[in-house]
């Protein structure tokens, strides 16, 4: 899809005339907290979902953290309902799939922030199995994650262990399979013209496409080597072929917006494909 940059300047706006909440759902921390508590042991049978502060839940070893999925509440009352369904959802699986043995078939890369990362790290045991982050640019790195029906799991270096491999054979493997599953950036990228912003939405996996560096040298060749990128969400990327002052702003201005509105935001910054690697544009 491409988007016309005053169309893009219009999308900033759209938050502002929502109510605070859907119908419904607490507004209050301590109130939406334990209200996602009630929705995750209804649909948890048996487990035991202890409400450890304001927005973080405790499910034995695994802890939930809410404060995304409030931001969003709070942004988006329209959505609000739905998101909150597919949260617990998405923890419930991950709870029910916690000891499974990891899959190579199901092994991918992914591109997240080193926050997330570190907040992610920080909800395991602290003497347990470290995650394995490389980086990519700016504040976004690459991490290995097993796809699951509903969700994506982090890999940790037990999980190395369990597959028989070394962390650089799971790196390998994840980048491997992931080239495998998402359909040539070519096939489904349009070519962003003057004034246009291109968008590459919908799949869980279009911001690990950045971890696929080679794939976007025929993008930047048609747009002369000024392709300049942003992943607001995991599902999302946006860019711009064009490294003007004006095209870079209005990029930045999106990215930013759609990040604030995201329900699993990842980053506004902006990249520059270049030959060698990503670069940050400051």
Not at 72 to 86: D, H, L, T
Not at 184 to 189: E, K, V
Not at 235 to 244: A, I, K, N, Q, T
């Amino acid at each position: 899809m491409l988007i016309r940059f005053f169309a893009a300047l219009l999308v900033l706006s759209s938050a502002l005339c929502s109510p605070a909440f859907a119908q419904g759902v607490p507004k209050g921390e301590a109130a939406f907290t334990e209200y996602v508590a009630t929705q995750l042991r209804r649909a948890i049978r048996g487990a035991t979902v202890e409400v450890k502060g304001p927005l973080t839940l405790q499910l034995g070893e695994l802890q939930a953290n809410l404060d995304r999925i409030f931001i969003f509440c709070n942004k988006n009352a329209a959505g609000c309902g739905n998101e909150v369904a597919n949260y617990v959802k998405g923890v419930a699986q991950v709870y029910h799939d916690r000891t499974a043995p990891p899959s190579k078939a199901a092994v991918r890369v992914i591109v997240r922030t080193k926050a997330y990362l570190a907040a992610t790290q920080a909800t395991m045991p602290k003497d347990g199995a470290k995650l394995q982050p490389r980086p990519l640019a700016g504040d976004l790195v690459m991490l290995p994650a097993i796809d699951m029906p509903r969700t994506i799991r982090m890999l940790d270096e037990k999980d190395n262990a369990a597959l028989g491999l070394s962390a650089d054979e799971v790196f390998k493997l994840g980048l491997d399979n992931l080239r495998k599953q998402l359909k040539p950036l070519m096939s489904i990228a349009k070519v962003a013209q003057a004034g246009q912003i291109g968008e590459l939405t919908g799949d869980a996996y279009h911001s690990s496409r950045l971890a696929l560096f080679e794939s976007w040298s025929p993008l930047a060749k048609v747009h002369g080597s000024r392709l300049i990128v942003a992943v607001p969400a995991p599902d999302m990327v946006l860019y711009v072929g064009d490294d003007s002052a004006k095209a870079i702003e209005v990029l930045r201005l999106l990215a930013k917006d759609v990040a604030s509105r995201a329900p699993a935001p990842l980053s506004a910054e902006l990249l520059r494909w270049t030959p060698q690697r990503w670069e940050l544009v400051r």
